[in-house]
Structures are given as structure tokens and as C-alpha cells.
């Protein structure tokens, strides 16, 4: 991991955004952008942060700038080897909010590469999409497609949720035709901010896909790095090879999200990754230092 990827993820896990709190990660991501790149279109209202870079039909990123975890009096980023996570000052774990930082992190990251794209960041996902169901909709008229980037896991590609398509069949077929290559399977899920556009008429086929962490709404929540750079490089490959736009609009739509729909028991039984944190942080804790960093030390997670 390069050291100005390190520096942003550490930046972004140091900013606690509780939902209804989130101007301080806000004023960062502004910030963060307007240093770093020129020639970029920044508009933010209570809803959310909305980018444009470039000047042609535009892919749109899609994260979410809260999380649930409540604010700590100390939150310490341990990075180590592959693994991310985050502990206070006793070393308990507190919960990275890699849901869904991750995915600004990718999306920040693709704003530096990318010759046209847009991003949307809105607030209030956890509480039910109050950002993307009052956000200005007119920002998604010049996109061609929308991709989320706020689900757990390193394999999951959602096309559909609580039951409802989100794309067309050209695009789910275009998509796989890389995604497989990376690990990558089509499946179903849960609420999150595509849904509530596509709920709101945006006609663009969308997908949610898997950027790199675990146990979400956990303090056992961690990022596996090396999961989400491989989501970015997903995300960069097709953005680059699919700039033609694809339409999808779906039918009966819903003013609230169906929960007996989606797969929200399911989910927790793919991965038995609850386990495989407690069974990490009892041979990580013994090794981190007083000032909260790691030793130097030959145990392995893998």
C-alpha cells in the first residue's frame, strides 16, 4: 500500500461521521479534493457532496459519508500487513467504519485517475437514505451508469435488492465479463444508496459492490487491504473498457425499502468473519505497544 493511499484511509477511519454528524468528513473530502486536483465541480448541500471531473457522459461512484459507530474519546488505526482496524485506549476494538469509508476511499482514488467521472457522497444511509432519497436527481442526467461501492465481503457484485433489478441484462453481462476475473460473483442484497435513486427514477442500471470490509455495525469491524485495492482496480478497468451509457429503469417501485425481500439473515452466514477477527485481535493484542503501535512480531492471520 503506498504511503499517500495509507495516509487517506487512516485520515478517513480518524474522522468519526455518526449519522446526522457528518460535516467534519464533509470538510475533508473538499478539502482533500480541491488540494489534490484542478479543474473539479464541487457542490455540497445538506444531502450529501456531489463531484464532477471531465467533461463527457460520466460513470457515477457512489458512498456513503456515514457510519454507525458513535463517536470515541480515542480511536487508533492499526494497520498491519493486510489488515485494518481500529481499537481504543484499553486496545478494544471500536469499529473501523470501513462501511463505508472503503468506499470513499475508492472513489477518491478513481477522482485522481479517471478522466471523467462523477461521485456522490451522501449523508444519512444508515438511517435509511436520507441523502440519496432528497438529493438533486438532475446531477445523474449526464451519467451513464451508477456504481455503489458499500458492501462487505471481496466477492460480491448486487444486482439486484429486496427483490428489485437493478440493471440491465447488457450491463450485468458487461460488468461479470470482468468481474469474474476478479473474484467476483453476481448476487443479491441489501439496502443502500443505489437502491433509493433507482427507487427515485433515476434510469440507469446500478450495482452495489464489495470493497474490502467485515462485520459492518460491529466494533469487530476490519478492512482486508488487499480486498479493496482489488475492488478499486475493478472499478478502474471497467470504468475505462464501458463509457457508453446503460439505461434501466425498474418497475413498481416502493417508498420504503422491503426487508423480507432481501438476504439480511443470509448475509450474516456467508462469512464466518466474526469469528476469524476475535480469533485475530487474541494473537494481535498481546503485541501492540502502549502507544498503541504494532510490535514487531512473526504471528500470522492467514
Excluded: W
Excluded at 174 to 203: C, H, I, W
Excluded at 247 to 257: D, G, M, V
Amino acid at each position: 500500500m503506498k504511503e499517500s493511499d495509507k495516509k487517506l484511509i487512516t485520515d478517513l477511519y480518524n474522522i468519526n461521521s455518526y449519522s446526522g454528524r457528518e460535516a467534519e468528513i464533509k470538510n475533508f473530502i473538499v478539502e482533500y479534493i480541491t488540494k489534490l486536483i484542478t479543474n473539479i465541480k464541487i457542490e455540497v448541500d445538506e444531502y450529501g457532496i456531489y463531484v464532477t471531473k471531465g467533461t463527457a457522459m460520466f460513470p457515477c461512484l457512489i458512498a456513503h459519508l456515514d457510519e454507525v459507530h458513535r463517536p470515541k474519546d480515542k480511536n487508533v488505526v492499526i494497520i498491519k500487513d493486510d489488515l485494518i482496524f481500529t481499537i481504543d485506549k484499553f486496545n478494544h476494538p471500536t469499529g473501523c467504519g470501513g462501511d463505508d469509508k472503503n468506499g470513499i476511499y475508492i472513489a477518491l482514488k478513481a477522482l485522481k485517475e479517471l478522466v471523467n467521472v462523477k461521485l456522490f457522497f451522501p449523508v444519512g444511509e444508515e438511517i435509511g437514505g436520507v441523502g440519496s432519497y432528497d438529493c438533486n436527481l438532475n446531477f445523474f442526467n449526464d451519467c451513464t451508469y451508477l456504481i455503489g461501492l458499500d458492501r462487505r465481503g471481496n466477492s460480491d457484485v448486487i444486482t439486484s435488492i429486496g427483490g428489485v433489478v437493478m440493471c440491465s441484462e447488457q450491463f450485468k453481462e458487461d460488468f461479470m465479463s470482468l468481474a469474474l476475473s476478479y473474484g467476483y460473483q453476481e448476487t443479491s442484497g441489501m439496502f443502500t444508496d443505489v437502491y433509493a435513486l433507482k427507487n427515485r427514477s433515476v434510469p440507469l442500471s446500478a450495482i452495489n459492490l464489495s470493497v474490502g470490509y467485515y462485520n459492518p455495525h460491529r466494533n469487530e469491524e476490519y478492512t482486508i487491504i488487499s480486498d479493496m485495492e482489488r475492488s478499486f482496480d475493478l472499478v478502474m478497468e471497467f470504468c475505462n473498457a464501458f463509457t457508453g451509457v446503460y439505461e434501466h429503469s425498474i418497475e413498481n417501485r416502493t417508498s420504503k425499502f422491503d426487508y423480507s425481500k432481501s438476504k439480511i439473515f443470509d448475509d450474516d452466514a456467508e462469512f464466518d468473519d466474526d469469528n476469524y477477527f476475535k480469533d485475530f485481535f487474541k494473537k494481535v493484542r498481546p503485541n501492540i505497544s502502549p502507544d498503541n503501535s504494532i510490535k514487531q512480531s512473526k504471528f500470522k492471520y492467514f
